[in-house]
């Protein structure tokens, strides 16, 4: 032991020594300590024996590691942030265009092909989506929303990518109250958890996803410590699968925990998990019985017999304009081809800008004549943000619709406050944009 030997060398020397040594506690489990060793001298200044004082550190260096998993996961937030937003301008003409051609094509092959590009562009932007709420963290779009739609869609999922093996049973409460929150991220809570319960299911079993409206008293923090009384939303998803060691269970929650193989497992599903529900005002409870199956169950604070706001645009509503002059600000320029197409079509008339500065000058001209802008927001040398509030500084009024790749920005939050009356994210269909144009200009959606 070269670095015992060291320490004691060191100790006689100089009286003392400060390291890091590997140890082994009394129960046989490997320690971090940080030590220190002091001389012990007799009266007469000989050497009697070393004190040495020993502070275990495996805690702190591990959490010290995760800190440092951490602020990597963050850099690479950043980065997937930035990909995702190119993405998403590559993917945005791509959907635009394939609604155009399917309004004029009518042979069966040509249509089907159409319908698989759809659905390989729609899955992509599903991918990005998920980046997105990685990259921009846990702030999240609250909405009332009907989470109904978010376990439809869940059991949608469930059902085409589990194998066979896998019953899944769902059962709704049909009258189950709205929540406010953020319908990409319920989203992801229920899915991480079912992932888990698959996950925990090797050889098969029943999956089943329960939802129902819970009146919470006083006695709740019985259930949990972070619970308030109130009315919630319990959505509770359980297995039959191997279920929790108890001497795991208060671990399992933990950022980067897993049990699971090398590459099967991030550690971040029931972490992430938490952290969503936690900030929509809920708790995650979690119940196993060891070789019988685990049961989580997410309560979320209801909004009360709300209006609810649907996932899709409903299907067959046709809006058209009537030919009102629609300036449209983006860098892309397959955006902007496609948005003249989808625009005209629907019945406006469009002018064009390249950039927030294009936009501005061209707005100072036609001033009198323009009805509504559409920008985008990440734009070189003048930004939307900016475009913006020069505009309004014109004229106080003209509906303004922003689009952009990222779900929440700064810029996208602060432009609201300048009225910007609807956000639309890009990919978004033509229909979508007709729609959005539509609105605004009805000042349907104005942001109070
Ligand atoms: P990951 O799924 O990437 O391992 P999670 O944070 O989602 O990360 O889960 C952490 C650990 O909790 C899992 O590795 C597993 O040991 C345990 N776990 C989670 N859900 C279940 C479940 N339904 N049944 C059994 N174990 C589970």
């Known amino acids: 032991l070269p670095i015992l030997q060291q320490a004691r060398s060191s100790t006689m020397a100089s009286g003392e020594w400060n390291g890091e040594l590997l140890q082994r506690t009394r129960h046989g489990s490997e320690i971090l300590v940080d030590s220190r060793w002091t001389l012990i001298t007799d009266d007469t200044g000989r050497p009697r024996s070393i004190l040495s004082i020993n502070i275990d550190i495996s805690e702190k260096k591990s959490l010290q590691r995760q800190l440092i998993r951490s602020q990597r996961l963050e850099g690479l937030g950043t980065l997937a942030g930035g990909i995702a937003h190119d993405l998403n301008n590559v993917l945005t003409p791509i959907m635009m265009s394939i609604e ?7 042979d069966p ?10 659905a390989g562009a729609q899955r992509g932007a599903d991918i990005i989506k998920q980046l997105l709420t990685f990259a921009r963290g846990m702030k999240g779009d609250y909405v009332t929303l009907d989470p109904r739609h ?23 409460d049909p009258s189950l109250a709205p929540i406010s929150g953020d319908v990409t991220q319920i989203h992801q809570v229920l899915l991480n ?47 039959t699968g191997h279920g929790i060691p108890p001497d795991i269970l208060d671990k399992i929650f933990d950022p980067f925990f897993t049990t699971k193989d090398y590459g099967k497992g991030t550690g971040l599903g029931l972490s992430t998990a938490l952290t969503i529900v936690k900030n929509h005002g809920g708790f995650l409870n979690v119940y196993s019985i060891p070789g019988h199956g685990a049961s989580f169950s997410v309560y979320v604070p209801s909004a009360g017999p709300g209006r609810t706001t649907t ?13 009102e002059l629609i300036l449209v600000v983006d860098d892309e320029e397959f955006v902007r081809d496609v948005a003249l197409e989808t625009l005209e079509s629907a019945g406006y008339r469009v002018l064009l800008a390249l950039d927030g500065v294009d936009g501005l000058r061209t707005f100072l001209e036609r001033k009198s004549e323009i009805d509504a802008v559409l920008t985008d927001v990440m734009m ?17 009024n003209i509906p303004i619709v922003a689009m952009s790749g990222m779900v929440a ?35 349907k959606s104005g942001i109070s």
């Open 311 to 323: 996932l899709s645009l409903p299907e067959a509503e046709q809006v058209r304009g009537s030919n």
């Open 100 to 106: 155009g051609l399917r309004t004029r094509h009518t």
């Open 193 to 239: 958890l079912c992932v888990n319960a698959r996950d925990a299911m090797p050889e098969g079993g029943t999956l089943s996803v329960v939802a129902d409206n819970r009146e919470l008293d006083s006695e709740c923090r019985r259930i949990n410590r972070d619970a308030k009384p109130g009315s919630y939303v319990r959505m509770e998803v359980s297995d």
């Open 150 to 172: 978010v376990l439809k869609d869940v059991e949608r999922i469930l059902r085409s990518t589990f194998p066979k093996s896998i019953q899944c049973r769902f059962r709704i």
């Open 409 to 443: 920005s700064e810029k996208l939050n602060e432009m609201k406050t300048y009225g910007v009356r609807e956000l639309l994210l890009k990919p978004f269909t033509s229909r979508g944009l007709a729609k959005s144009i539509h609105e605004a200009l009805s000042g």
């Open 380 to 396: 070189p040398n003048m930004d939307g943000l900016e475009l913006v509030k020069r505009i309004r500084s014109e004229h106080q």
């Open 109 to 118: 092959r040509t249509l089907k092909a159409l319908d698989t590009m759809e």
